[in-house]
Nanobody, 124 residues
Framework: QVQLAESGGGLVQAGDSLRLSCAAS????????MGWFRQAPGKEREFLGH????????AYADSMKGRFIISRDNSKNMLYAQMNDLIPADTAVYFC?????????????????WGQGTQVTVSS
């Protein structure tokens, strides 16, 4: 099992930045890819981007390119998401997820492990 715990969400104003963190624990050696998703009320869970844990290669959803930057610290089993120039439409619960697979993983169904999520609210 892999346990994931997100932190760093909060209430911010439009134009602000936030850095989300995700701490991984447990059988982290089984993790090949970690990703970020978000889910707004009444909407489906949306892929934001993922990182190949060992190689560090990153893929982003087209909608997030330029404002959303994924990074990781392998030594600490930490995943990060830097979000810049936030807008009210970014309001959602943000989740990190982990998969034992490698590839273009963009569907929630492709990730086995999930954190509890952290709320991000952007006011106008």
């Amino acid at each position: 099992q892999v346990q994931l715990a997100e932190s760093g969400g909060g209430l911010v104003q439009a134009g602000d930045s936030l850095r989300l963190s995700c701490a991984a624990s447990g059988r982290t050696f089984s993790v090949a890819t970690m990703g970020w998703f978000r889910q707004a009320p009444g909407k489906e869970r949306e892929f934001l981007g993922h990182i190949i844990w060992s190689a560090g290669s990153i893929a982003y959803a087209d909608s997030m390119k330029g404002r959303f930057i994924i990074s990781r610290d392998n030594s600490k089993n930490m995943l990060y998401a830097q979000m810049n120039d936030l807008i009210p439409a970014d309001t959602a619960v943000y989740f990190c997820a982990a998969s034992g697979s490698i590839g273009r993983l963009t569907s929630p169904a492709q990730f086995r492990y999930w954190g509890q999520g952290t709320q991000v609210t952007v006011s106008s």
